[in-house]
């Protein structure tokens, strides 16, 4: 087994509260292949791309990752892509979070002028239901043009093919 494999099942079983077996032993036990299990378990979900309607020269897209709905703080990642020619116009992603006790929150939005960025919106607690929307920004206006939300609940994720 691997030097880096090793390391990495013992960072996740310090992650994970775990006590760490010597290297040599967790890369044989069962116990190593039980905190690389753990680990894969809570690993992002893909729920691909959500992209704004197109506009007179062009459109934004955000390639959504999201962690499962029983964490603590839910995360919606990835990447947010300018596919506008338009020199004044931008991408721009934002996440409407639905609380489990009730009431609802926004992330602050992301914006782009590039061909592609790196996004992260977190939530503030456990959510039941998460909005995405993505639209096309224009910068001398300070207004979204063209947007579309996609609605993600748990629901929808538990009924997909596997």
Request: glycine share 8%.
């Amino acid at each position: 087994m691997r030097k880096n494999l090793v390391i990495g099942l013992l960072a996740a079983a310090s992650a994970l509260g775990l006590t760490a077996a010597p290297a040599h032993a967790a890369a044989d036990t069962a116990a190593g292949r039980t905190v690389a299990a753990r680990a894969t378990a809570a690993a992002p979900i893909h729920w691909g791309p959500v992209q704004s309607r197109s506009g007179h020269r062009g459109y934004a897209k955000a390639d959504v990752w999201i962690t499962p709905f029983t964490a603590e703080t839910f995360v919606v990642s990835g990447r947010l892509y300018d596919r506008d020619a338009h020199g004044g116009h931008c991408a721009y992603v934002r996440a409407r979070f639905h609380y489990v006790g009730g009431g609802t929150g926004w992330a602050l939005p992301k914006t782009t002028c590039a061909p592609k960025k790196t996004i992260r919106l977190s939530s503030d607690g456990q959510i039941k239901r998460v909005d995405v929307k993505v639209c096309v920004y224009d910068r001398a206006r300070r207004t979204t043009l063209n947007c579309y939300a996609d609605a993600i609940t748990p629901a929808i994720i538990a009924n997909w093919p596997r």
